[in-house]
Each structure stands twice: as structure tokens, then as C-alpha cells.
């Protein structure tokens, strides 16, 4: 056959196609996997040259490190922190989106731009002047200092409206006529259908929220409130050379996310598609 | 007749009664971002011309010398190099391998789509948490890079522990974690790339590079763009990877000394607020400056479709 030679090509190139995207996908995958087997390594297996890369599965690391720190109680603070945030951003980014899209008055878009305003303010410009905010309203070293910063979503606001301008008039004409209230149509009409952008927007605070440092390292001191990015770095900062422990650390507080990540990517690779980074 | 509340009534009529509800739909949001983004706006400029103490001591106008002592102070200059060379190495590395990889696993089927979310795994990491594993890599005497590099017997480094190529190590990490966001991005601008437009390409003869420089690129280039800009604002604003990887301290030598840590320590380690404030002016003055230039040069080669 003639075509023989084309296609023995076409499938050699696609075989390594596919070699190397798997060894680029590994790549990504090897630090975690170096953590995760410095994690369990056996005392007598750390300090050894080359390194080895099969796992001693020896669970004492984690046990140590959970002892070493109230680990339940920054994991309570993070999760706690995260859905605070993300109860207010809805909250405020539902009903002002709802405002910009279903009510007719005069300065409508100004407002929005003022919205959009806040786009422009890179967030290093307000590190220091928020930190006095916050101690001039008493409220450094809480777990509000961590979460009323973030309440006002310009993404939720942004994404909400864009939603809701799609959806058709017709729909609140005929709540109207029904006698229902705004309130009553955002709650059991607007809402429900708007589930998967919410879903969207309530991923990415949280995410944004469980991996922030800088902020809660800045405006926290106590213990009991701080998250547990603020208390892996401070692990790291006093047991630098107890590698088992911290890489046990680092695990313990990356596989939530991991987690998360597989189960939703699809999500996630759609809000990305769409250029939404993360708030770090 | 009951049922003529039930006729529309008319827009200037809604209008009118819409204005109050508007207000107080739009008034929680509102008070949001006026505490924490419009005000602290306003009050950084106040910080930067003003001595400000947070222990009661009064408040006094200094004008212009916080900005004159950041100005003056040479770790000031060595954080602005630092930034500056870190935003050199990231912005082309990001591009290319981005571009590259993207390139590569555009195919579909459920192998790639795995390809691409491993790719994309780290980015949603936990920075501080995972630069831990990053850091026994980096380990000049039992880390798996020089392990590696030993056996294909390259000259080993010191990694984070030299001064030349600490800051390159944190972009290394750097690149791990944020890489995917970047490939996620083209993977979907290629995919909004006319197939008809490649396939005539074919048949007309180009060779696999040619469709790629004259058809696949130019129509690139706008996502290309905004990767530029995104990345240039997130190198800038380097703070978390490089706490994790040099201690806190941005050394050696001040080798990893970013502007935003160096803001971070004299705000929050001396207490200079107001240096610190004029420092956070700089640096946003900075990243406007740079996000103008680079829209200005796009505007003599981006295609727009």
C-alpha cells in the first residue's frame, strides 16, 4: 500500500505526541510526589544519597506532626474564614448585580464602572493603608480582619450581572403580575437558575481564601486565629531541617484542595478558560 | 377594576419608584468596597506624604522624603533589580513553555484532558505548603536536582543557597505552580482558531511550522498579550514563593529580596509605615507604567481578528 509509509509516520509522531505530554504531566506531578515520600520516609531513609523514590509508608511522620500543633483548630479557622467569605461576596454581589441588571435608573452603568473602578486598585497599594483600617476599626488579630476585606466581590458583581442581563424580561414581567416582590423574584426565580455561576464564583473565593498567606500573616499574631498557611510557614521557619514532619505538614493541608480539584476540574478549567485567575 | 395595578407601568413611572430599592440593593456592596478599597485608596496616598505612627504618636507631613529615603536606600534598588530581572525571567519562560505545551496536548480525547489537568493541579495548590517539597529538591546535598544532574553528569548548583541562582530557583517553582493556569488559557484561544483556515493552509502545501508562525500565532497574539500583562502584574507582586523558599528573609545576600517583600518587611517587620506606603506607591506606579508600555507596543503587533 502505498499510504503505508505516511501513516507508520503519523502514528510514530503521535506516539510522542503522547510520550511526552506524559512526561511534561509527571513533571507537574513530581513535587508533590517527592513531598508526599519524604512524608513517610523511616528516620534511617531521609539524609541518603541519591534519593530514593519509592515510598517507606510510615505513617509516624504525620502522627508527630499533628502533635506538633492544633492542627483541627486551623483547619477550623481556614474553612471557617473561606465560607464567611464567600456567604458575604453572594450576598452582596447577588444583590447589587441584581440592582445593576433588573432596576431601571438613572446612572446605572456609572455605577457599575465605580464597580469596575475597583479592578484598577492593585491590591499591594492596599497592604498597608487596610491594615490600619482594620486597626482603627479593633478589629486586627481576628478572624473578621481575614474576611470583611474580601466581602465586596467585583468578579461576583461582574460575572452575576452578566448572567442575569441574559435572562429574559419576560420572566420578572410575569413574576410582577403574580404579585412578587424583587426580593421574592431573585430568591425563587433568579437564583436557582443562576446556581452554576454562583458555584463558579464560591469556588474561586474559596479557593483564593484556603491558599492566602500574605494577608493573614500581615494583620494576625494569636494562634487561634490564624489559617493553616500562616501555620506551615511558621513550622517551616523552626524545624527547617525536619523534613519528614514539614513535607507531612505540607500534605496534610494541600490534599483538601487536591481533592477538591479532581473532583470539580471541569469547573475550574472553564472559570480559567474564561482568563479568571485566582485572588491570591 | 383590580386588575389594572397588573398593566405595566411605565418605565419612567419604575424608574422613579426603582431608585430607592436600587439604593438599598447596591448599598451593602457598596459599603464594602468603600472600607476596603476606595478609602484605603485614598489613605495610601495620605501615608505616603504623611509620618504615620499607629501607637498614637501624631500624624506629621513629611511631603516628599519617604519617597526620597526609598529612593536613597540601596536595598530599595537591589529589591527593584531583583523584581525587575525576576519579570525578565518569567515572561518569556511563561510565554514559550506555555505556548509549547498548549501546542502539544490540543487534542481531544480524555488522555489529554487527564494530561491537562495534572498540568493545571499545581495552581491550585497552597503556595507555602508546597514550596516545602520544592525546597528538599532544591537541597544542594540530597536533593533530586542535583541528583539528577550528577548523573547526567552536569555541573551541580548551590540553588537557593547561591546568590546567583536563587532568584531562577524561585521562578522555577514559580513556573510549576503557575504554568497551568497559562496552558489552560491558549488551550482555549487555539480552540477558537477557524479549522477551516489551518486545513487550507495544509492542503495549500505549508509545512507544520509555517501554519504555526503565519496562521496559529497571529491569531494568538491577543491571549498572548494578556498572559504578558497578567504575568508581569503577578511577578511584580512575587511575595508568597519567596517568603517560603528563602525563610522570610529574601537573602542570600538580598538575592531574593522582591519589592512587595521588602514593603512587607519594613511595614510589618520595622513598623516604617509611611516608607513602606511610599514603597507600595513605587511599586504600583511601576506596574501601571509597564502595563501602559506593553499596550502601547501591542497595538503594533497584535492582530486582531
Keep these: ?181 424583587h426580593l421574592r423574584f431573585l430568591w425563587s426565580i433568579a437564583l436557582p437558575q443562576a446556581k452554576s455561576v454562583l458555584f463558579t464564583i464560591a469556588l474561586y473565593i474559596f479557593i483564593g481564601s484556603w491558599n492566602s498567606f500574605q494577608w493573614p500573616l500581615i494583620v494576625t499574631v494569636s494562634h487561634n486565629v490564624q489559617p493553616l498557611e500562616v501555620e506551615v510557614s511558621r513550622l517551616m521557619l523552626a524545624h527547617s531541617v525536619d523534613w519528614r514532619r514539614l513535607s507531612a505538614a505540607g500534605i496534610m493541608t494541600t490534599m483538601p484542595l487536591v481533592i477538591l480539584f479532581l473532583f470539580i476540574q471541569r469547573h475550574i478549567i472553564r472559570g480559567v478558560s474564561r482568563g479568571e485567575g485566582i485572588n491570591e | 377594576m383590580p386588575n389594572l395595578s397588573a398593566v405595566p407601568r411605565t418605565a419612567r413611572a419604575r424608574s422613579r419608584h426603582d431608585v430607592l430599592k436600587a439604593v438599598l440593593f447596591l448599598l451593602p456592596m457598596f459599603a464594602f468596597l468603600l472600607i476596603f478599597t476606595y478609602l484605603p485608596a485614598g489613605v495610601s496616598l495620605v501615608l505616603g506624604f504623611f509620618h504615620y505612627h499607629l501607637l498614637g504618636v501624631n500624624t506629621t507631613f513629611g511631603g516628599l522624603s519617604d519617597f526620597k529615603e526609598a529612593l536613597t536606600y540601596s536595598v530599595f534598588w537591589t529589591a527593584l533589580k531583583n523584581t525587575l530581572l525576576y519579570a525578565l525571567y518569567m515572561i518569556p519562560a511563561t510565554i514559550i513553555l506555555a505556548v509549547a505545551i498548549a501546542v502539544l496536548i490540543d487534542q481531544k480525547s480524555r488522555y489529554y484532558a487527564m494530561i491537562r489537568t495534572f498540568v493545571l493541579l499545581p495552581y491550585i495548590t497552597p503556595v507555602i505548603a508546597t514550596s516545602i517539597g520544592w525546597l528538599w529538591m532544591f537541597n544542594p546535598q540530597y536533593g533530586i536536582l542535583n541528583a539528577v544532574l550528577q548523573a547526567l553528569h552536569l555541573p551541580t548548583s548551590q540553588w537557593l543557597l547561591s546568590p546567583t541562582m536563587a532568584m531562577p530557583s524561585v521562578a522555577l517553582y514559580t513556573l510549576w505552580h503557575g504554568l497551568g493556569f497559562n496552558v489552560v488559557i491558549v488551550l482555549s484561544a487555539l480552540a477558537n482558531i477557524p479549522r477551516q483556515v489551518v486545513e487550507a493552509a495544509a492542503i495549500d502545501g505549508a509545512s507544520a511550522w509555517t501554519r504555526f508562525r503565519q496562521i496559529t500565532l497571529p491569531l494568538l ?30 537573602g542570600p545576600e538580598y538575592a531574593t529580596t522582591t519589592l512587595l517583600l521588602l514593603i512587607y518587611q519594613t511595614g510589618f517587620q520595622y513598623f516604617h509605615f509611611s516608607y513602606a506606603a511610599s514603597m507600595a506607591i513605587l511599586l504600583v506606579l511601576l506596574i501601571l507604567g509597564l502595563t501602559l508600555v506593553q499596550n502601547w507596543i501591542s497595538k503594533r503587533w497584535v492582530f486582531y481578528q
Design chain 2, 221 to 250: 497574539s491577543p491571549t498572548l498579550l494578556f498572559l504578558v500583562i497578567v504575568t508581569t502584574i503577578a511577578t511584580l507582586q512575587a511575595f508568597s514563593q519567596v517568603y517560603a523558599l528563602s525563610g522570610g528573609q529574601g
Design chain 1, 1 to 181: 500500500m502505498s499510504t503505508a509509509p505516511g501513516s507508520s509516520r503519523r502514528l510514530m509522531l503521535k506516539g510522542s505526541r503522547a510520550v511526552i505530554s506524559l512526561a511534561i504531566a509527571l513533571a507537574f506531578l513530581f513535587p508533590l510526589y517527592i513531598a508526599f515520600i519524604t512524608s513517610m520516609d523511616t528516620a534511617a531513609h531521609v539524609f541518603v544519597y541519591p534519593p530514593h523514590l519509592t515510598p517507606d509508608f510510615n505513617f509516624h511522620p504525620y502522627v508527630r506532626v499533628w502533635h506538633m500543633g492544633r492542627w483541627m483548630m486551623y483547619f477550623r479557622n481556614t474553612v471557617f474564614i473561606a465560607f464567611t467569605t464567600i456567604a458575604i461576596a453572594l450576598a452582596t454581589s447577588v444583590l447589587a448585580a441584581y440592582a445593576l441588571s433588573f432596576f431601571q435608573f438613572k446612572g446605572r452603568n456609572v455605577v457599575f464602572m465605580l464597580v469596575l473602578l475597583v479592578l484598577m486598585v492593585p491590591s499591594e497599594a492596599l497592604l498597608i493603608p487596610n491594615y490600619v483600617i482594620l486597626h482603627e476599626m479593633n478589629l486586627l488579630n481576628t478572624l473578621w480582619a481575614q474576611i470583611l476585606p474580601f466581602g465586596g466581590s467585583v468578579y461576583g458583581v461582574f460575572l452575576l450581572r452578566q448572567f442575569f442581563l441574559s435572562m429574559p424580561e419576560a420572566y420578572w414581567d410575569a413574576a410582577r403580575i403574580d404579585g412578587a416582590s
